[in-house]
């Protein structure tokens, strides 16, 4: 079982900067690998990917629209994932959900797996990101 706890929302005016946070405690098998993730769902719209990395932080994937303006990382020291989120607009506001899912380290997953909410096994319970115009 993996256990997510995301950390960092809060109130920002546009064009503002936050940083999230989301550890992760816990393991699934014996090598812990987790592929992770960021999800966001504002009132009245559908969950939207957001950006996600494989296991070791080496691929990293984006929705096209936050390319350029949201950067994910990851520090397998401290089991904790991030989400950089820069030059911010009113539209950023939504709850953002950390995601995981157990993975196996050499194999092939592609960009479609990492963007699909469906394909995550583990959930945090999201941190609320508002941007004031």
């Known amino acids: 079982q993996v256990q997510l706890l995301e950390s960092g929302g809060g109130l920002v005016q546009t064009g503002g900067s936050l940083r999230l946070s989301c550890s992760a405690s816990g393991r699934t098998d014996s090598t812990g690998a987790i592929a992770m993730g960021w999800f966001r769902q504002a009132p009245g719209k559908d969950l939207e990917f957001v950006a996600a990395t494989n296991w070791n932080g080496e691929s990293t994937y984006y929705s096209d629209s936050l390319r350029g303006r949201f950067i994910i990382s990851r520090d397998n020291a401290k089991n904790t994932l991030y989400l950089q989120m820069n030059r911010l607009k009113p539209e950023d506001t939504a709850v953002y959900s950390c995601?995981?899912?157990?993975?196996?380290?050499?194999?092939?997953?592609?960009?479609?797996?990492?963007?699909?909410?469906?394909?995550?096994?583990?959930w945090g319970q999201g941190t609320q990101v508002t941007v004031s115009s």
């Open positions: 995601a995981a899912d157990p993975v196996a380290p050499k194999a092939y997953y592609s960009s479609n797996y990492y963007s699909d909410p469906t394909e995550y096994d583990y």
